[in-house]
């Protein structure tokens, strides 16, 4: 039964509620929103569920209601596989907000360090030309090579460390996170959280556990490596800050500890590549398939950087078509569709609706990045998009990718960063084209932990 005043919603069915509308997500939640408006409610399972759609009803949740729709759900077996630590499924309250601004922090100063972000993206991009240098005249699946390039950016900047492809290290994380990701969205899971009861049955979702606890064996082995190499006060990287950050704090009470910060690297890590690298794939298909695009950032990039043998993120400001494509690649690539779902941390109201504490809400993102009234071209590439009259770079308010608020991605700086210096450093280099054996590209996207183009080769050439 809906609360009074609860957001109205399709007819449930007993036990199973709204699943079998989550059959094919993004499209059943846009033909909901057309019947019931931009709030509406569904059970899954058992639990009540509201989803925000458009501009309008996100900002009043999520930024002008903030403290109210900034929770987590707790119960999930996502959270309760990772202990409900580390930050990207911890719920608000003062471990969350000191984790993050740890992050934030850290991040942000890695910029003033020995090796700065730039440094270590241009590092790893050193290994990506090399891929597609070797590729010329043939044909190349991208997708492993921009997941490898995330991974080792976000890997060094955590541990100082990059890993080749068949490193069996990353191979354990890369197939944990993987199937972890199946089982979130899968039938087991759905069992565990709608039915508490069955939680302690010897029942397959219990494998997630297993999965999840050998991942944090290697993450406690790299915090070990480093509290044997390391020297206090002068960080490396984020493992390293961290630890200075427990030395300093001692046996405060405070949430910081060693194995929170097992949960923390993994979180970073998986938070960081997926979102990235798809961005990147889906991105670098469509300037493929619009080559008057790539051409034009082409000029752009060869006018400002001239002689010089890097970009530089300052770059960006003198390159107003070079963002409005990157910006545009985000924007289309739509990497994180529904958010990470939040939950309300009291009783509250939304657009006129009662929305009662631990409430779960999706943020349909999706609705914004394509809502009509917001963009020149919701429904087509367009970098024009992100560009007024005249030609300067404009960011429009419903460019929500990283959504927004305090849950905001905490990652939105060095993944601006390496949207950008990547795609600039490639296009400078090589140009990217549709094999001619390849047919028509498809844009229909896969449905996952995060949304991915259907796999596709390219081909790359030398620019003289
Ligand atoms: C194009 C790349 C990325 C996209 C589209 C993206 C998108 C998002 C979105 C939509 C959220 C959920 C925000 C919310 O719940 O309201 C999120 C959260 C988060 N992201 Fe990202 N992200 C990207 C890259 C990264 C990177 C590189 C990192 C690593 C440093 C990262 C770390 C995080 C973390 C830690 C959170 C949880 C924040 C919290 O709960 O306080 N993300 N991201």
């Known amino acids: 039964r ?17 699943l079998l509308h989550l059959d094919n997500p993004l499209e059943n939640l846009e033909k909901l929103r057309k019947s019931y408006g931009n709030v509406f409610s569904l059970f899954i399972g058992p639990r009540p569920t509201v989803v925000i759609n458009g501009l309008k009803a996100m900002k009043e949740a999520i930024v002008v209601k903030a403290a109210d729709f900034s929770g987590r759900p707790q119960d999930l077996l996502v959270n309760v596989v990772s202990q409900r ?3 990207v499924l911890a719920d608000y309250g003062p471990s969350w907000r000191e984790h993050r601004r740890f992050a934030l922090m850290t991040l942000r100063n890695f910029g003033l360090g ?4 730039e440094d270590r993206i241009h590092d790893e991009l050193q290994y990506t030309i090399k891929i597609l240098e070797n590729s010329i005249g043939s044909t190349l699946s991208p997708r492993v090579m921009f997941h490898n390039t995330a991974s080792n950016i976000i890997c060094q900047v955590l541990f100082g460390k990059r890993y080749e492809y068949d490193d069996d290290v990353i191979k354990t994380i890369i197939w944990s996170f993987n199937e972890l990701a199946k089982m979130a969205n899968g039938l087991w899971a759905l069992v565990y959280d709608s039915f508490p009861l069955c939680r302690n049955l010897p029942l397959p979702f219990r494998r997630a556990f297993k999965i999840y606890g050998s991942c944090q064996d290697i993450a406690m082995r790299l915090i070990d490596e480093h509290k044997k190499s390391r020297v206090p006060n002068e960080p490396r990287d984020f493992l390293d800050c961290y630890l200075d950050e427990l030395d300093k704090r001692g046996d405060d009470g405070s949430s910081f500890s060693e194995e929170r910060l097992s949960n923390y690297i993994l979180d970073l890590r998986f938070a960081g590549t997926d979102t990235t690298s798809n961005t990147l794939l889906t991105g670098f298909l469509y300037l493929i398939h ?8 082409q000029q752009e990039i060869d006018r400002v950087l ?10 960006r400001n003198d390159m107003p078509y070079v963002q409005a494509v990157t910006h545009e690649m985000q924007r289309v690539a739509n990497t994180a569709p529904l958010s990470v779902f939040h939950s309300t941390t009291k009783d509250t109201e939304l657009m006129g609706y009662s929305i009662p504490k631990g409430t779960m809400i999706i943020q349909n993102l999706t609705s914004v990045l394509k809502e009509e009234g917001q963009w020149k071209f919701p429904h087509e590439f367009n970098p024009e ?3 007024n009259e005249q030609g300067d770079f404009v960011k429009p308010e419903a460019f929500m990718p990283f959504s927004a608020g305090p849950r905001m991605c905490l990652g939105e700086g060095l993944a601006r960063m390496e949207l950008f210096l990547i795609t600039v450093t490639l296009l400078r280099k090589f140009r990217f084209l549709w094999p001619e054996d390849a047919g028509e590209p498809d844009y229909t996207p896969i449905f996952g932990a995060t949304l991915s183009p259907k796999p596709y080769n390219m081909k790359v050439q030398l620019r003289s």
């Open 2 to 18: 809906r609360p009074k005043n609860f957001p109205p919603g399709p007819f449930t069915l007993p036990v199973l509620g709204n």
């Open 385 to 387: 998009n992100f560009l």
């Open 85 to 87: 630590k580390g930050v």
């Open 290 to 297: 619009h080559p008057h695009v790539q051409e034009r950032c």
């Open 114 to 117: 020995k090796k700065s972000m």
């Open 306 to 315: 001239q002689g010089k043998d890097r970009v530089s993120y300052e770059d």
